[in-house]
């Protein structure tokens, strides 16, 4: 049995007898004005950390989102987007789907604002998205990329790029690691369907995404998430996993390469006003300015002592310099 269906079979399992601990989020539920979570779409958030993000969700977007679990992040994204079909969820397994239909009618019953309307569910598959190229103004997934292999992540994130408007958002929450792990690992395909063996670094993940086109990516949080120990899992030391939230935009690549920002802030504290780098950059007397790696590589190229330039945080939520 091939990993992908052994990850039908989990998530099978999982909509049929809600499991709390099969994921384990590392951000706190969103909770907005007006908005009632119902307990069984809280039991089946079967995420690390969230993709909803309210500064992506202006104007009524159109939203994509693979991996449907129980329609917790469904709903949440039908909150900034009251619409028929603004709200489009994909899954390859029928029980999630049906699970999620369900939990709507729930939803309905405790929100006076929410339609199941606002939703529109379709079986499909992450590698061959049933959705129109250049429709959809923010996609998302959430504990779902991890699961696949290089060369059909490749494919899935070529896909969330098809479907993207120009400039629209791919959210997405994944486990990563920074730890090689041993083939047993790698290879143990409910493991990998359990997000905990298909895990990469965070510069590979990265790296991808900008080989696909995403001309700007924004590191938003980065969390511990888990442990793979000797004692229970196939390992020989205790391998550390983290839970890392990435946008990545569909701006043009620019020429130089893409903006990644990691954190990274400059203060410049010289005798004059400002600094003026004369490529689009410019620094206030001792403000603040978030900066992507990449513009941080040439301020620390000047070899100025009145710049300073702050180690990456992996987390940034905007005001930058590109």
């Given at each position: ?266 203060i410049y504290f010289g005798d004059d006003d400002l600094f003026d780098d004369k490529k689009g950059h410019i ?40």
């Amino acid at each position: 049995m091939s990993y992908l269906e052994v990850t039908k079979d989990v998530y099978k399992e999982a909509a049929l007898t809600p499991d709390i601990g099969l994921c384990c989020t590392t951000t706190p539920i969103w909770q907005f004005p007006g908005l009632k979570i119902p307990t069984i779409m809280q039991e089946m958030n079967y995420g690390c950390g969230s993709t909803v993000h309210p500064r992506d969700l202006v104007n009524n977007p159109k939203i994509l989102y693979v991996g449907v679990g129980g329609g917790m992040e469904l709903l949440q994204f039908s909150y900034f987007s009251r619409q028929k079909e603004g709200v489009i969820g994909i899954d390859v397994v029928d029980e999630m789907l049906e699970a999620s239909r369900k939990n709507f009618i729930l939803a309905e019953n405790q929100n006076d604002w929410f339609k199941s309307e606002y939703v529109t569910l379709k079986k499909g598959d992450a590698l061959n998205l049933p959705v129109k190229d250049g429709s959809i103004d923010v996609a998302a997934q959430n504990c779902l990329f991890n699961i696949f292999k290089l060369e059909e992540l490749k494919k899935a994130l070529e896909e969330m790029y098809r479907v993207l408007k120009p400039h629209g958002r791919l959210v997405m929450s994944d486990p990563t690691c920074e730890q090689p792990m041993n083939e047993t690992l790698r290879e143990d395909e409910r493991l990998r369907a359990l997000c905990l063996s298909g895990s990469i670094p965070l510069a590979a993940y990265v790296n991808m995404l900008t080989e696909v086109g995403f001309g700007t990516i924004e590191i938003r949080a980065r969390r511990p998430y888990r442990i793979l120990d000797p004692k229970h899992y196939p390992t020989e030391e205790s391998i550390y996993i983290e839970s890392v939230e990435v946008c990545a935009i569909k701006d043009p690549m620019p020429e130089d390469g893409p903006c990644v920002f990691t954190g990274k802030t400059a203060i410049y504290f010289g005798d004059d006003d400002l600094f003026d780098d004369k490529k689009g950059h410019i620094l206030l007397q001792n403000q603040p300015l978030a900066i992507c790696d990449k513009t941080a590589g040439v301020f620390t190229n000047l070899n100025r002592n009145d710049i300073f330039i702050s180690e990456s945080t992996f987390h940034y939520d905007g005001g930058g310099c590109c």
